[in-house]
């Protein structure tokens, strides 16, 4: 997850339910991470994440 938030690269994250077991095992239940999402969803172009 770390890495595609620092890359930019969302969508893996998006489709969090098809990444496999570890993706399955750390989001149970999707209610804690969609706020994650949304976050990341008002990231401007040029903002970096720190």
Not at 21 to 43: G, Q, R, S, V
């Amino acid at each position: 997850m770390k890495s595609h938030i620092l890359s930019g690269d969302f969508q893996p994250l998006i489709d969090f339910k098809s990444q496999g077991k570890a993706f399955d095992l750390a989001i149970p239940t999707p209610e804690h991470y969609l706020p994650l999402l949304y976050t990341l969803a008002l990231k401007e172009e040029n903002e970096k994440i720190t």
